[in-house]
C-alpha cells in the first residue's frame, strides 16, 4: 500500500462562519487512506474550546495548537512567534504539504513552509478590510500567497484580485465552495414543522431568513430597511436572523428603533443549521461583497428560494429569475420588492426553489468539490 501524503492544515478557527464550515466540509468528505490530514489551529487560550476543534474530535482527528496571542491586549511578537513555532512544528513532523487558509494562518504558514522546503497550497476566501490592522495583515497576506505553488480561489472575483496583487495566474485554481444537499424532501418538511412549532411560528406565517456571520460587510442593515418598507406597505413577514458577530448589538438597535421588534427573532449562533433552513420561506442574502457564500449554497440546497446581492462570486450561483433573484448591493428597497413578490407568489417561489436544488446537484456537490481540491494535493 502506498504510503499516505502527510498535510498539515492550517487555520484560525474563530467563530464557526463560512471558511470553518468549508474546512469541515472537506476533513469530513477528504480521502483519508490517500491524505494524511494533521490539522493545526491557531486559537485564543482564554476563549473556551470552539465548536471547530469538538467537531474535529469526533471525526477522529488528532490537531495541533498554537496560542495567536499570550494575552488579550496588543501583543507585538504575534507574528514571529508563532511562525517560529509552527515551523518547529512542520520541521518534526515530516510533511509532504502545506494547506493554509486566511490572512493569519497565510502569513505565519507560508514563509515556514518556504522556509523547510515543503510545497505549499492556501485557499484564499476572500479579503475583508474592516480596519488599518486589517489593512496591513492583509497586504502581507497577498505578498507572502507568492511563495505558494497553488493557491485555491473560491471565486472568480477572487482571482482576479490575486493577479491584480501580483500572483501569477497560473498558480491559481478556482474552486467555488459546495455543499452537501440537507436532507430528502420529507425530512426537509419534518424539520421545517418542528422549527417553526419550536420558535412559536404559525404555519401561515411568511418567515424571511438569513444565517452567517452578523458583520458590516453582510449589509444586513439593508435587509432591516427593506423590513420597515414592507412593514409600512401592510406585507406581513417575520424575519430570522441566525448567527453572531460584532454588528449583532447595532443590528438589534436598529430593530429596535425602527419599531420592528415584534418582527425580527435573532436566535445567535447555532450548528444544527440543516433544521434551520427548511423553517425559511425565503432567505435574503444582502451582502456588499462576498466570494462564494456557503449559506446561499445551503439554502439552495434546503429547496429555499433566494434573494442575494449580484456581488463576488453570487452571480456565477444565481442567474436572476432562474434558481434566484438577485438585486443590486445596498439597494433596500429592491430586497423590499423581491421579498413581496415572493411572499405572494407560491408558484415562482417553489419553482426557484426546485432550480436551486437541481443548480446544487449539478454544480456543486460537495463529493466532487472534494475530489478537486485531492487533485490540487496531487499536482503540487
Not at 486559537?43 to 465548536?51: A, G, H, M
Not at 471525526?59 to 504575534?78: C, W
Not at 486566511?102 to 492556501?122: K, M, R, T, V
Not at 425565503?282 to 449554497?297: H, K, N
Amino acid at each position: 500500500m502506498a504510503s499516505r501524503t502527510k498535510v498539515a492544515y492550517v487555520l484560525t478557527p474563530i467563530t464557526f462562519g463560512g471558511a470553518e464550515k468549508v474546512s469541515l466540509n472537506f476533513l469530513r468528505t477528504v480521502d483519508r487512506n490517500r491524505f494524511d490530514i494533521k490539522p493545526v489551529l491557531f486559537i485564543r487560550p482564554w476563549e473556551e474550546e470552539l465548536y471547530f476543534a469538538r467537531e474535529l474530535r469526533q471525526l477522529g482527528y488528532t490537531f495541533e495548537t498554537v496560542p495567536v496571542a499570550l494575552k488579550t491586549d496588543s501583543d507585538p511578537m504575534r507574528v514571529p512567534r508563532v511562525a517560529h513555532r509552527l515551523h518547529s512544528y512542520l520541521k518534526k513532523g515530516s510533511f509532504d504539504l502545506v494547506h493554509t487558509h486566511g490572512y493569519f494562518a497565510d502569513i505565519c504558514g507560508q514563509p515556514a513552509a518556504l522556509a523547510l522546503g515543503i510545497n505549499s497550497i492556501s485557499t484564499c476566501h476572500g479579503f475583508i478590510a474592516s480596519d488599518l490592522k486589517l489593512k496591513i495583515y492583509i497586504r502581507l497576506d497577498k505578498y507572502v500567497l507568492r511563495m505558494c505553488r497553488m493557491v485555491i480561489a473560491v471565486s472568480e472575483g477572487i482571482r482576479d484580485e490575486l493577479v491584480h496583487s501580483g500572483i501569477r495566474d497560473s498558480r491559481i485554481t478556482v474552486i467555488p465552495n459546495a455543499v452537501s444537499l440537507l436532507c430528502e424532501n420529507v425530512q426537509l418538511l419534518t424539520h421545517r414543522q418542528e422549527t417553526r412549532r419550536t420558535l412559536g411560528i404559525a404555519p401561515d406565517e411568511i418567515v424571511v431568513g438569513y444565517l452567517g456571520r452578523l458583520s458590516e460587510e453582510k449589509g444586513l442593515i439593508y435587509l432591516v430597511e427593506a423590513a420597515a418598507e414592507l412593514r409600512d406597505a401592510a406585507v406581513l413577514v417575520k424575519f430570522l436572523i441566525v448567527g453572531d458577530g460584532p454588528e449583532k448589538a447595532a443590528l438589534e438597535q436598529q430593530v429596535n428603533d425602527r419599531e420592528l421588534s415584534n418582527l425580527f427573532t435573532f436566535l445567535g449562533f447555532r450548528t444544527a443549521t440543516e433544521k434551520l433552513y427548511p423553517a425559511f420561506d425565503i432567505f435574503v442574502l444582502p451582502s456588499l461583497t462576498e466570494g462564494s457564500p456557503l449559506a446561499l449554497l445551503e439554502s439552495m440546497a434546503a429547496g429555499v428560494p433566494v434573494i442575494a446581492s449580484a456581488v463576488g462570486g453570487i452571480p456565477k450561483v444565481v442567474t436572476d429569475g432562474v434558481n434566484g433573484l438577485l438585486v443590486s448591493p445596498g439597494d433596500p428597497i429592491a430586497i423590499k420588492e423581491k421579498i413581496r413578490l415572493l411572499s405572494v407568489d407560491s408558484e415562482l417561489s417553489q419553482r426557484l426553489g426546485r432550480a436551486g436544488i437541481d443548480t446544487i446537484k449539478a454544480k456543486y456537490n460537495i463529493d466532487s468539490w472534494c475530489r478537486e481540491i485531492e487533485q490540487c494535493y496531487g499536482r503540487v
